[in-house]
């Protein structure tokens, strides 16, 4: 016999097999999930949820998809969160703490509870990452926030009212785009390219008959 | 000792780690273009015939599909039976896109730019997607040693000689192009201290030209993309279904009937150009197979382009995955990367044979695991499934402790959620349903056949793999097509005149099941695989 677990979704009890995930009982249960369901394997940050077990006074966070369920579970999902995005033209900031100062000044709000880092399913640590960004240390800001799948559990436990995700995620792109160092052989094959330099032996490859392509193929050197 | 298996796991463990010094000591040889083809023909299952129906209607009549995608196709429309008041207009736009995927984004993003008004309708959320969920990484021929007419022979080989050479030219020359696109949104490659790519091999690969941004690829693309498509101020309607595509009386396109998934209210939008990028069909379980795939991935734009008129192209070419997670049974089908190989890992029996090369395509590695399995040489999972080892401990010693955490985090959070240590003890892995090769068919500017203003981007659109798609295609396929998308779409509006928008071809599609005898009590598209268990 298939061991089961007593579970309680939005306060209402069910009984479903202790093996399955928060998202699968769900279903067992007989929900079919329009929201707080995504990619089912912990990338996307679709399925928040928030739980506590009967009896024990802590709250926990989890994904519904990967956390498994467990006797007197009570659970409810947050599907949606209004984080606060601001919008930029990416083009016109400069990777500096001014930016921080100027899209996301609530991060100075911060009282250091550590509440974010608590919650976070992918156990990063959330409110250094915050500290980072004070500081306009994007570099550091995007390496312990690269991680993040925006599932907005910090967000949800957050006293300052900081949009963690939001936050991470400014600093990578400003990393990615100012910070980090051109790819100058990337750069080069751009315009190599652009300016025809492999038109010819292109053409001159889909215009061979295809067993030689096979030939080709089969045979080619392949780099160690 | 450290046992997170059981017993029968760890002894086959013991056998493994037996023979890894000397596996280590020696590369497997790669199997010659016969062997492939004789492994193929016998265990991918693409070539079990009891999987396929033929199709009994509509432009790709008498050929074979997935008999889960058949029976989509042989299904009638939502509106046969509901009825909706097209003449009142919802949304009118120049262009509309149907996915806010990788394609999707990037398409309306270039669209945008080229001063389009442009508008996503997307099933769930704009991100929620398989370009999320892609783990290793990307291609682009950008290295001295490279170039995009090797880049065209490794794809155009991999995929059997069957893909379209002007799509297959498309992907590998735009490809660098791709990247540095991604790179100025802010997408942080895996990069060296001077600014050089990290690259490295995937499955068929004769250079070394994954991109990758550790294993979290496709979603630190997914991420940018979607916050500057915010950025842009471009109008996003989520948890909103295209449910067919309407037309006028020229045969155009004329935008698409929506379907409001939490109210069930329908809506309608009418456009100048409309843009499939709906994505793939993991979630229809070909072949009875889990999936790697995202929970609306049920092959909606296939049947909404099909209907309209759209040929499909190697509907019946599947991609399985040839490692997904098979133990523990909670992330049964979940993706483990080809990454996981690119930096070391070997496939191993349950006797510690490294049984072939770990990077072969996928579609001959797949049919690997399943002749290993099928033959006796598998470990047995409780619940009767099988699977073959991948051996991650040789990533660290290969490349030192820290790599795993280093170069695929969500992996080892994947398994850790478990209290699985793959730095210790391998992985257990069996092929799960990860892509389709094929889908609608477009010619070199990324339009369908039949309706000059549809086009489709993205794993929706088919010719551009042939029947084996390889690593980092899919990613780089999204860019290069979704930006394409949107650049063609936003110069055809201009000259485009839509008349009356009207669903005679979906009323036409209706009488052609009636007279070929199809009642399959369904309708289609699926929106949403049927998960929810009603048993008592």
Same mark, same amino acid.
């Given at each position: 016999?298939?061991?089961?677990?007593?579970?309680?979704?939005?306060?209402?009890?069910?009984?479903?097999?202790?093996?399955?995930?928060?998202?699968? $009982?769900?279903?067992?249960?007989?929900? &079919?999930?329009?929201?707080?369901?995504?990619?089912?394997? #912990?990338?996307?940050? *679709? =399925? %928040?949820?928030?739980?506590?077990?009967?009896?024990k006074?802590?709250?926990?966070?989890?994904?519904?998809?990967?956390?498994?369920?467990?006797?007197?579970?009570?659970?409810?999902?947050?599907?949606?969160?209004?984080?606060?995005?601001?919008?930029?033209d990416?083009?016109?900031?400069?990777?500096?703490?001014?930016?921080?100062?100027?899209?996301?000044?609530?991060?100075?709000?911060?009282?250091?509870?550590?509440?974010?880092?608590? $919650?976070?399913?992918?156990?990063?640590? &959330?409110?250094?990452?915050?500290?980072?960004?004070?500081? #306009?240390?994007?570099? *550091? =800001? %995007?390496?312990?926030?690269?991680?993040?799948?925006?599932?907005?559990?910090?967000?949800?436990?957050?006293p300052?009212?900081?949009?963690?995700?939001?936050v991470?995620?400014?600093?990578r792109?400003?990393?990615?785009?100012?910070?980090?160092?051109?790819?100058k052989?990337?750069?080069?094959?751009?315009?190599?390219?652009?300016?025809?330099?492999?038109?010819?032996?292109?053409?001159?490859?889909?215009?061979?008959?295809v067993?030689?392509?096979?030939?080709?193929?089969?045979?080619?050197?392949?780099?160690? | 000792?450290?046992?997170?298996?059981?017993?029968?796991?760890?002894?086959?463990?013991?056998?493994?780690?037996?023979?890894?010094?000397?596996?280590?000591?020696?590369e497997?040889?790669?199997?010659?273009?016969?062997?492939?083809?004789?492994?193929?023909?016998?265990?991918?299952?693409?070539?079990?015939?009891?999987?396929?129906?033929?199709?009994?209607?509509?432009?790709?009549?008498g050929?074979?599909?997935?008999?889960?995608?058949?029976?989509?196709?042989?299904?009638?429309?939502?509106?046969?039976?509901?009825?909706?008041?097209?003449?009142?207009?919802?949304?009118?736009?120049?262009?509309?896109?149907?996915?806010?995927?990788?394609?999707?984004?990037?398409?309306?993003?270039?669209?945008?730019n080229?001063?389009?008004?442009?508008?996503?309708?997307?099933?769930?959320?704009?991100?929620?997607?398989?370009?999320?969920?892609?783990?290793?990484?990307?291609?682009?021929?950008?290295?001295?040693?490279?170039?995009?007419?090797?880049?065209?022979?490794?794809?155009?080989?991999?995929?059997?000689?069957?893909?379209?050479?002007?799509?297959?030219?498309?992907?590998?020359?735009?490809?660098?192009?791709?990247?540095?696109?991604?790179?100025?949104?802010?997408?942080?490659?895996?990069?060296?201290?001077?600014?050089?790519m990290?690259?490295?091999?995937g499955?068929?690969?004769?250079?070394?030209?994954?991109?990758a941004a550790?294993?979290?690829?496709?979603?630190?693309?997914?991420?940018?993309?979607?916050?500057e498509?915010?950025n842009?101020?471009?109008?996003?309607?989520?948890?909103?279904?295209?449910?067919?595509?309407?037309?006028?009386?020229?045969?155009?396109?004329?935008?698409?009937?929506?379907?409001?998934?939490?109210?069930?209210?329908?809506?309608v939008?009418?456009?100048?150009?409309?843009?499939?990028a709906?994505?793939?069909?993991?979630?229809?379980?070909?072949?009875?197979?889990?999936?790697?795939?995202?929970?609306?991935?049920?092959?909606?734009?296939?049947?909404?382009?099909?209907?309209?008129?759209?040929?499909?192209?190697?509907?019946?070419?599947?991609?399985?995955?040839?490692?997904?997670?098979?133990?523990?049974?909670?992330?049964?089908?979940?993706?483990?990367?080809?990454?996981?190989?690119?930096?070391?890992?070997?496939?191993?029996?349950?006797?510690?044979?490294?049984?072939?090369?770990?990077?072969?395509?996928?579609?001959?590695?797949?049919?690997?695991?399943?002749?290993?399995?099928?033959?006796?040489?598998?470990?047995?999972?409780?619940?009767?499934?099988?699977?073959?080892?991948?051996?991650?401990?040789?990533?660290?010693?290969?490349g030192?402790?820290?790599?795993?955490?280093?170069?695929?985090?969500?992996?080892?959070?994947?398994y850790?959620?478990?209290?699985i240590?793959?730095?210790?003890?391998?992985?257990?892995?069996?092929p799960?349903?990860h892509?389709?090769?094929?889908?609608?068919?477009?010619?070199?500017?990324?339009?369908?056949?039949?309706?000059?203003?549809?086009?489709?981007?993205?794993?929706?659109?088919?010719?551009?793999?042939?029947t084996?798609?390889?690593?980092?295609?899919?990613?780089?396929?999204?860019?290069?097509?979704?930006?394409?998308?949107?650049?063609?779409?936003?110069?055809?509006?201009?000259?485009?005149?839509?008349?009356?928008p009207?669903?005679d071809?979906?009323?036409?599609?209706?009488?052609?099941?009636?007279?070929?005898?199809?009642?399959?009590?369904?309708?289609?598209?699926?929106?949403?695989?049927?998960?929810?268990?009603?048993?008592?």
């Amino acid at each position: 016999m298939e061991e089961m677990v007593n579970v309680y979704f939005y306060g209402k009890k069910y009984t479903v097999p202790a093996a399955l995930t928060i998202q699968t $009982a769900m279903e067992y249960a007989g929900y &079919t999930l329009k929201r707080g369901v995504g990619c089912r394997h #912990g990338f996307c940050g *679709a =399925c %928040a949820c928030i739980y506590r077990i009967k009896g024990k006074n802590e709250l926990k966070t989890g994904l519904a998809c990967t956390t498994q369920v467990q006797e007197g579970m009570y659970i409810t999902q947050i599907p949606y969160f209004p984080t606060d995005k601001r919008t930029y033209d990416i083009n016109d900031l400069s990777a500096n703490q001014k930016v921080m100062m100027e899209l996301y000044p609530e991060i100075y709000s911060c009282i250091g509870c550590n509440a974010c880092t608590k $919650a976070c399913p992918q156990s990063l640590e &959330t409110m250094q990452y915050i500290a980072y960004a004070q500081r #306009g240390d994007m570099k *550091a =800001c %995007a390496e312990a926030s690269f991680d993040c799948i925006m599932c907005g559990t910090c967000s949800v436990r957050c006293p300052a009212g900081i949009s963690h995700p939001m936050v991470g995620l400014l600093a990578r792109r400003l990393n990615g785009k100012y910070i980090e160092p051109e790819a100058k052989h990337l750069t080069k094959r751009v315009e190599e390219i652009n300016n025809g330099d492999f038109d010819e032996a292109m053409a001159e490859m889909m215009n061979k008959p295809v067993d030689e392509v096979k030939q080709l193929y089969n045979t080619r050197e392949i780099e160690k | 000792m450290y046992a997170p298996y059981p017993e029968n796991m760890m002894e086959s463990i013991k056998k493994v780690e037996a023979t890894r010094a000397a596996r280590m000591a020696t590369e497997p040889r790669r199997l010659t273009a016969e062997e492939k083809d004789d492994l193929l023909a016998k265990f991918h299952p693409d070539y079990n015939s009891d999987s396929f129906a033929e199709i009994k209607v509509g432009p790709n009549k008498g050929q074979r599909a997935p008999l889960e995608l058949a029976n989509m196709l042989h299904s009638t429309s939502r509106l046969m039976t509901d009825k909706v008041d097209i003449s009142k207009i919802d949304y009118d736009v120049d262009v509309l896109v149907i996915g806010g995927g990788g394609a999707g984004s990037s398409c309306a993003i270039e669209a945008h730019n080229a001063g389009a008004n442009v508008m996503i309708v997307t099933k769930l959320r704009i991100g929620d997607a398989n370009t999320m969920m892609a783990e290793g990484g990307i291609q682009a021929a950008d290295k001295e040693n490279d170039s995009p007419v090797q880049h065209y022979l490794d794809c155009f080989g991999g995929g059997h000689f069957a893909a379209r050479p002007e799509l297959v030219k498309r992907l590998v020359t735009e490809a660098p192009d791709a990247i540095k696109w991604l790179n100025e949104l802010g997408v942080e490659f895996d990069k060296d201290a001077d600014g050089t790519m990290v690259t490295t091999h995937g499955g068929g690969t004769s250079r070394k030209r994954m991109h990758a941004a550790k294993d979290y690829s496709g979603a630190e693309i997914m991420r940018t993309l979607r916050d500057e498509v915010i950025n842009l101020g471009i109008p996003v309607v989520e948890f909103t279904s295209a449910v067919e595509i309407l037309k006028d009386e020229k045969g155009q396109a004329a935008g698409a009937v929506l379907l409001n998934m939490e109210t069930g209210d329908y809506l309608v939008a009418k456009a100048k150009v409309v843009v499939i990028a709906t994505g793939g069909a993991g979630r229809m379980h070909y072949n009875g197979f889990p999936t790697s795939n995202h929970y609306g991935a049920t092959a909606d734009g296939l049947i909404l382009g099909y209907r309209a008129g759209a040929p499909l192209l190697y509907q019946d070419s599947i991609q399985y995955h040839p490692t997904g997670a098979v133990f523990p049974s909670q992330i049964l089908g979940a993706l483990v990367t080809e990454k996981v190989r690119s930096v070391g890992a070997q496939l191993v029996n349950a006797n510690g044979e490294a049984y072939i090369h770990p990077l072969e395509t996928r579609d001959v590695n797949a049919s690997g695991v399943i002749r290993e399995c099928r033959e006796g040489r598998g470990v047995d999972v409780p619940g009767g499934l099988k699977g073959v080892w991948l051996d991650t401990p040789m990533i660290e010693i290969l490349g030192g402790e820290g790599t795993i955490e280093k170069r695929i985090p969500a992996m080892f959070r994947m398994y850790m959620n478990y209290g699985i240590d793959m730095r210790k003890v391998p992985i257990l892995i069996y092929p799960t349903l990860h892509y389709q090769n094929g889908g609608l068919e477009i010619n070199g500017e990324g339009f369908t056949n039949v309706i000059p203003n549809l086009l489709a981007a993205g794993e929706a659109a088919g010719g551009i793999h042939g029947t084996n798609r390889l690593m980092g295609n899919s990613l780089l396929d999204v860019i290069v097509f979704g930006r394409n998308a949107g650049k063609k779409a936003a110069a055809k509006y201009k000259e485009v005149t839509i008349g009356t928008p009207n669903l005679d071809h979906v009323k036409a599609y209706d009488e052609e099941l009636k007279s070929a005898g199809l009642d399959t009590g369904d309708v289609s598209p699926l929106l949403l695989p049927k998960y929810a268990r009603h048993e008592r």
